[in-house]
């Protein structure tokens, strides 16, 4: 036998174990296989598990993982690969479980948000709750509201909800503003009051920063390191805001881009408000920001035959459009930026269509068509897309093939749609908040259901641990296609009975 820890043949040449794993890894997963069945030294040396490490940390799997916290690393590389691939399969067959996230007093849905599987839900009632689909067994609270003056009226509706991983922010018709801290309980941490109704409400994704803008004032506000919320920033718009976004990942001072009718405002607390896109006639219909980008659609009116609607890409540090994509006669809806792949967006338009648009070529690299009527939510990532439409239909493509792979359809128009590898959340909003009807007393749940919206949760994880922590309810007891081409199990009561 050689001496595996100071000698390695390498044909005619002896080489130290340190020089030769150097060698090894250059070489991926099969050439290691082949290197393994060479002798039993190559064998010790291609298994060795600071290769298999560095590969499962390239491929992106357990990346927050020491060396030391698995002692095969070529095993947890193999059960990665395993994992993801069973959960792309459930993807395309639509296998898992659905849940409803509804509310069930009669009161209808307002707005909805999701960071990282947590779900925030503002109602006409007032009242604002939480899910954490991660758990399945977690019940919603509501947090808390602030008690108007004297206590006394009914409660105003919710126009807007944004969450974080922190933080949790709700607007209300009446202009107030409402922050929550989701560590420290369901009592409001900072409260604020508007004059006018709020137009639009931003939460930085990373961060505690919180941007409103009310009439004709954006208005900034974020603590400080002592806990005291302040005002950094303060600015007058010219126009009533539509779109209102946080830049992520600023250090300093927040940055924030809005956009009111054709223009489109740089908001920094040092500046009092740069322009950053105008064109009188072409007003600006979808918004989203990257850490260094802003993409944004605008809409023209027919009198420039030569600039259909389209998508501007902008940096915000040179504050110089990069790109223009998209020629299409339909208004864009949505776009989709932060969370797409690098030098990629996704957007929805009125004319039923999903584009993904390369933004190196400046042209699209797939065009879909499915909804009956205009796309309102689309996301995407490597290799799917999913799209909300205002039919209420949710359809999940294909990106390669540019195929469609499966659909869902309810009532109202699709105003969310969030998934990461192993769940799907779409939350149906209705456009009539208060439905001809219902009753007038605050107190009767008698309102129909089919007016108050749904939030659906899919969860496409079959592993052990998911089917003990979801509820028999929301879990089917039957596996064969039967009356239907899918398997998703659906969320009523008599399945497991």
């Not at 639509?94 to 779900?119: I, K, M, N, W």
């Not at 592993?463 to 239907?484: F, K, M, N, W």
Request: proline share 5%.
């Amino acid at each position: 036998f050689q001496n595996e820890i100071n000698e390695v043949p390498f044909f005619d040449v002896q080489l130290p174990y340190e020089l030769a794993l150097k060698i090894f890894r250059y070489l991926g997963k099969a050439e290691l296989g082949r290197c393994a069945q060479v002798s039993r030294t190559w064998k010790i040396l291609a298994e060795d598990q600071v290769l298999w490490y560095r590969l499962c940390q390239e491929e992106g799997y357990l990346l927050d993982m020491s060396i030391s916290d698995h002692s095969c690393w070529k095993l947890a590389l193999k059960n990665c690969r395993a994992r993801e691939h069973m959960l792309k399969t459930n993807w395309k067959n639509r296998v898992g479980a659905v849940s409803q996230l509804r509310y069930e007093p009669g009161r209808v849905l307002c707005d909805v948000h999701c960071c990282d599987g947590v779900v925030m839900a503002g109602y006409t009632s007032g009242e604002v709750r939480l899910w954490d689909t991660r758990t399945w067994d977690y019940t919603a609270p509501v947090l808390a509201a602030v008690a108007g003056p004297g206590g006394a009226g009914a409660p105003p509706h919710v126009s807007f909800v944004r969450i974080n991983s922190s933080l949790a922010v709700a607007a209300y018709e009446d202009g107030t503003v409402s922050v929550w801290s989701l560590l420290l309980g369901q009592e409001p941490i900072h409260h604020f009051q508007h004059n006018q109704r709020i137009q639009a409400l931003a939460l930085a994704p990373g961060g505690s920063t919180v941007a409103t803008a009310s009439g004709f004032q954006v208005k900034v506000e974020s603590p400080d390191d002592k806990g005291f919320w302040q005002t950094p920033g303060t600015f007058e718009i010219q126009k009533l805001v539509n779109f209102l976004n946080l830049v992520p990942d600023v250090t300093g001072s927040p940055v924030a881009v809005a956009a009111a009718d054709d223009i489109v405002y740089l908001l920094k607390a040092e500046d009092p408000g740069k322009i950053l896109h105008s064109v009188y006639g072409q007003p600006v219909t979808c918004l989203d920001v990257a850490a260094h980008e802003a993409a944004f659609g605008i809409k023209t009116f027919g009198w420039l035959l030569n600039e259909p609607n389209q998508i501007l890409l902008y940096n915000l540090e040179t504050n110089q459009c990069v790109t223009k994509v998209g020629s299409s006669i339909g208004d864009f809806s949505c776009v989709n930026l932060h969370s797409s792949p690098p030098n990629m967006l996704v957007a929805g338009n009125k004319d039923r269509r999903v584009r993904v648009f390369d933004v190196r070529r400046g042209e699209a690299a797939c065009s879909v068509y499915g909804h009956q009527l205009g796309v309102s939510a689309v996301q995407m990532d490597e290799w799917k897309m999913v799209s909300g439409g205002e039919e209420g239909l949710v359809c999940v493509w294909d990106q390669r093939m540019g195929a469609k792979l499966w659909e869902m359809h309810a009532r109202h128009p699709v105003r969310l749609v969030w998934f990461n590898s192993h769940s799907l959340i779409t939350a149906n909003v209705p456009e009539e908040k208060n439905p001809r009807g219902s009753s007038i007393t605050e107190d009767d749940p008698s309102l129909h259901r089919k007016y108050r919206g749904v939030i659906y949760s899919y969860e496409f994880s079959v592993d052990q641990l998911a089917v003990d922590s979801v509820l028999p309810i929301c879990r089917s007891s039957y596996d064969e296609l039967t009356g239907y081409n899918y398997n998703i199990g659906l969320a009523v009561p008599y399945d497991s009975i």
